[in-house]
């Protein structure tokens, strides 16, 4: 029976607590930081040991990637490969057991912010982002620090949804005309009323497509898929 490796994916600059909440929510076996200094990630690092070991009960695998000038027009590209490299070692030194991936954007640059998200929409990896508890007092929980964003949880349904032709068709259909409403895509589709309510269903339970009041359009989620695989109006 192969054991979970749930990975935290974490930049840091001078505010190494971004990683407290998502430590605490995740109890990760590995840590990845992102970071433009080493002196950065050997305090994130000392926190860990002695700040925040509690919230996971063993020293993590600590893995660190420097990402010199994060501000510069080519740090989100350079972050990007740091971040595919950090992907592989871990895909090859645990091979045989179950990867969870858990990617934070906040931390560090903005660009850095950017890359991580970019990264983790490229792998189909989870995304949360910390909240500064400094905001929220009323926030007992660290763990509840940690929020995970819908988008990118949707992603792998949605792009098993958008492997069946007829929920593909129907996708696109809804991104290029939508507000429309099921009689439309029959038409189009020259198909009948339950065969559109089947194909529709999978579209909707991976948040792909929301139902109007002027009938069914492409969400967030659903167009950002559709541009990720290539999609082109026809």
Partial sequence: ???????????????PGVLEAPLDKYKPRVVV??????????VTIDHIQHSWIEHIGDMPK???????????????DRYMNAFDE????????????????????AGGTNLMAIASALSAF???????????????????KVSKLAIEIDLFNNLGPGFKALQNKREMRFMKFIARNGPVQNDAIIKF??????????GLGPLKRANLILKTGLGWVATNVGKSLLALMDYEEE
């Fill in 1 to 15: 029976m192969t054991e979970r490796v749930r990975v935290v994916m974490q930049p840091v600059g001078r505010t």
């Fill in 33 to 42: 930081l992102f970071t433009s200094q080493q002196s950065y990630a050997d």
């Fill in 62 to 76: 600590i893995i660190v990637k420097i990402v010199e000038e994060p501000w510069t027009k080519d740090a989100v």
């Fill in 86 to 105: 950090a992907v592989q070692e871990i895909e090859s030194e645990f091979k045989h057991e179950e990867i969870s991936w858990h990617v934070g954007t």
């Fill in 122 to 140: 490229t792998h189909r990896f989870s995304v949360y982002s910390t909240l500064d508890s400094a905001h929220y007092p009323k926030v007992k």
């Fill in 189 to 198: 589709d020259g198909t009948t009323k339950q065969n559109v309510s089947a």
